[in-house]
C-alpha cells in the first residue's frame, strides 16, 4: 500500500548492516560479504570497467566476457552501475576499493540486508539513496528511511518524494510483543510485483489503512492494539487476495498475529507474554525475539 502512497509505521530494528572501502591502487573492485558468524559468504573479484561499461540499469543478470556472474554478484554490479550513473566521479580507471559488508543478522532474516545495503552504498557514493533504489530494487523505500533512523518514523512516498517524520510510541504494552521467524525468507522485488498483479485501486481501503496507520501510533492499551491488527490484516488480505498468516498457520492461537513486510515470511508480530512462546516453538518456529531484543 506504500506503493500507492499510503502511510507506513516503521520501527528501526537493533539489527544492522555495515559497509568499509578501502582505496587500492589497482582498477577493479574486492567485494567480501561477512555473515553474522564472521564467515565470508561472498567474495569475488570484477574490473572497474564492469561498473563503467554501459549496460540496462535494471539488469541482474549481466554477463561478462570471461564469465557467468552469480545472482548476488549481477546484482551488486548493476547497483554499483547505478550508483555511478548518480556520481559519475565516483569510479576511476586507474582505482579501485576493497569494499566488506558484515551483517549482525542471519542472511534468511529478512531484516533489510538488501535495504540498508542500497543505504550505505549512497552514503559512500554521496548520492540520495531513494533514487538508487528507485534505478534497483524499485520499493516503496519505507526500509531505507528505517536504515537512517533511529526512532519510530511514520513514512510515505508521494510524488516521488518520501516524507519522513519521527514519533514517539507511547506503548506500555510492549513486553507483550514478540516477533517470530516463519523459516523462510520473501524476495521482496517477487512481493511488489505480486502486489501489483493483484491490487485493486480502492482510494477507501487506503483511507482505511491511513487511518489505522495512526490508530496504531496513538493505542494505549494491548487490547485496541491487538483490535488494529486483525483489522488490518482482513484490509491487506483483501487488497492482494491472500489469507492472513493467522488463519494459515496459526487459528488456534489466542492472540493477535500481524504479518511484516511481504506477506508469507520473515517475521511475524505476535500478541502475548514469553510463556506463549512455547506455542510457535511446538509447531517448528524457534527464532523467537522480544520486542525489547528486537527494536531500536
Not at 553474522?36 to 541482474?60: A, M
Not at 554521496?126 to 519510530?152: C, V
Amino acid at each position: 500500500m506504500v506503493l500507492d502512497g499510503a502511510n507506513a509505521l516503521a520501527l528501526p530494528t537493533k539489527f544492522g548492516q555495515s559497509l568499509e572501502v578501502e582505496p587500492i591502487d589497482e582498477p577493479k573492485i574486492i567485494w567480501k560479504g561477512i555473515d553474522v558468524n564472521g564467515k565470508i559468504w561472498l567474495d569475488f573479484t570484477f574490473s572497474i570497467s564492469e561498473v563503467l561499461i554501459e549496460k540496462p540499469q535494471n539488469s541482474f543478470a549481466l554477463k561478462s566476457v570471461d564469465r557467468i556472474y552469480k545472482e548476488e554478484e549481477s546484482r551488486l554490479i548493476s547497483i554499483l552501475k547505478n550508483a555511478q550513473k548518480l556520481n559519475t566521479t565516483l569510479f576511476k580507471k586507474r582505482s579501485g576499493f576493497l569494499i566488506t559488508t558484515k551483517l549482525d543478522f542471519p542472511r534468511n532474516w529478512g531484516l533489510g540486508s538488501s535495504s540498508t545495503l542500497i543505504n550505505n552504498i549512497a552514503s559512500w557514493a554521496k548520492i540520495d539513496a531513494f533514487a538508487l533504489l528507485k534505478k534497483t530494487f524499485r520499493g516503496s523505500g519505507y526500509d531505507i528511511a528505517a536504515a537512517q533512523n533511529n526512532k519510530p518514523i511514520l513514512y510515505s512516498y508521494i510524488n516521488n518524494k518520501p516524507l519522513i517524520g519521527e514519533i514517539n510510541l507511547n506503548w506500555n504494552f510492549t513486553d507483550q510483543l514478540f516477533f517470530v521467524h516463519l523459516n523462510k525468507k520473501q524476495n521482496s522485488s517477487d512481493a511488489i510485483k505480486y502486489y501489483n498483479l493483484q491490487k485493486k485501486k480502492n482510494s477507501g481501503l487506503k483511507r482505511e489503512i491511513n487511518l489505522l496507520t495512526i490508530k496504531f501510533t496513538i493505542c494505549n492499551s494491548l487490547s485496541q492494539f491487538e483490535k488494529l491488527i486483525n483489522e488490518h490484516e482482513q484490509i491487506i488480505s483483501e487488497i492482494i487476495n491472500k489469507k492472513p498468516v493467522k488463519e494459515l498457520l496459526f487459528n488456534d492461537y489466542k492472540g493477535s498475529i500481524k504479518s511484516l513486510g511481504a506477506w508469507g515470511g520473515d517475521f511475524i508480530l505476535a500478541t502475548g507474554d514469553t510463556s506463549n512462546w512455547e506455542y510457535f516453538k511446538k509447531k517448528g518456529f524457534n527464532t523467537i525475539l522480544s520486542y525489547q531484543e528486537m527494536i531500536l
